[in-house]
T-cell receptor, first 109, second 111 residues
């Protein structure tokens, strides 16, 4: 079983829609949870990180962690065509990072 | 401007020919790491370094070596590349949980 599971999509939504991206994980030792955005032919860029359970909001983005269910989510409100990218979740325990496979998102104008 | 540079960006080589991919950062971060990205497998950590002369294995270290002689540089060495090391490689630095930067990637093909 992989440490982190993420639905690869692809996901296609109309502009302005609310997008929900999700990951599940198996290691209860994970404490830090991150979301990255990766445009085609570019390196990932950190969008948000969350420590332990709870919600964190940054502009149109909300990250949610439910440690009891081993489930994390990223919500994008008022999605824009510029949000079209691959979104990666990642988790961290100690000094190692574990990534999901990424979900490809297309926002259609 | 925060920057992580990798060289080369593209490389085609043959099995067994030693190669080095360089990584350099200008942020004075202590933590640096290498990842490979493959379709269906996502990003997997190869090696990481907590500081100069301190390195440790990630999830997929077999066939790779690293060194950290200076804080800004963290080269990835493939002593005897094989076709299963054909991949997209990323170097990354971390200055804290909310301060992480990835390089632009190195696309390696081993024939």
């Amino acid at each position: 079983q992989k440490e982190v599971e993420q639905d690869p999509g692809p996901l296609s939504v109309p502009e302005g829609a609310i997008v929900s991206l999700n990951c599940t994980y198996s290691n209860s030792a994970f404490q830090y949870f991150m979301w990255y955005r990766q445009y085609s032919r570019k390196g990932p860029e950190l969008l948000m990180y969350t420590y332990s359970s709870g919600n964190k909001e940054d502009g149109r983005f909300t990250a949610q962690v439910d440690k009891s269910s081993k489930y994390i989510s990223l919500f994008i409100r008022d999605s824009q065509p510029s949000d079209s990218a691959t979104y990666l979740c990642a988790m961290n325990t100690g000094n190692q990072f574990y990534f999901g496979t990424g979900t490809s998102l297309t926002v259609i104008p | 401007e925060a920057q992580v540079t990798q060289n080369p960006r593209y490389l085609i080589t043959v099995t067994g020919k030693k190669l080095t991919v360089t990584c350099s950062q200008n942020m004075n971060h202590e933590y640096m790491s290498w990842y490979r990205q493959d379709p269906g497998l996502g990003l997997r950590q190869i090696y990481y370094s907590m500081n100069v002369e301190v390195t440790d294995k990630g999830d997929v270290p077999e066939g790779y070596k690293v060194s950290r002689k200076e804080k800004r540089n963290f080269p990835l060495i493939l002593e005897s590349p094989s076709p299963n090391q054909t991949s997209l490689y990323f170097c990354a630095t971390t200055g804290g949980r909310d301060t992480q930067y990835f390089g632009p990637g190195t696309r390696l093909t081993v024939l």
